[in-house]
């Protein structure tokens, strides 16, 4: 599957030791988000909220993406059936795909 990477922030948008926190699914589905960690030495981390799972992080020219197929993605079995046929989210922002 190609990978769509959106743009999340910049790197500066989220200050040393710090976190943002990016939200999944649709909004009637209450998921848990995924915390975009940035390090003291700019390495930046994606996991979902609680750590049970990561997430691929592209870090270009000073601005973070997230695949958007794996943020599409349900995390768990719970998550699957709860989305059922619908998906877990469509793909939106297909603007800030690169």
């Not at 989220?14 to 589905?29: E, K, S």
């Not at 915390?35 to 691929?56: C, K, M, S």
């Not at 349900?74 to 800030?96: D, M, Q, T, Y």
Request: charged share 20%; proline share 6%; glycine share 10%.
């Amino acid at each position: 599957m190609a990978e769509y990477w959106k743009l999340i922030c910049k790197l500066k948008d989220i200050p040393p030791q710090g976190m943002r926190l990016v939200p999944r699914g649709l909004a009637w589905q209450e998921l848990p988000g995924v915390a975009v960690i940035r390090t003291l030495d700019d390495q930046v981390f994606a996991i979902l909220d609680g750590g049970a799972r990561h997430y691929a992080v592209k870090l270009e020219e000073g601005k973070i993406f997230l695949d958007l197929n794996e943020l599409n993605a349900p995390a768990s079995r719970a998550e699957a059936a709860l989305a059922g046929a619908f998906g877990v989210a469509p793909h939106v922002g297909a603007n800030s795909w690169t």
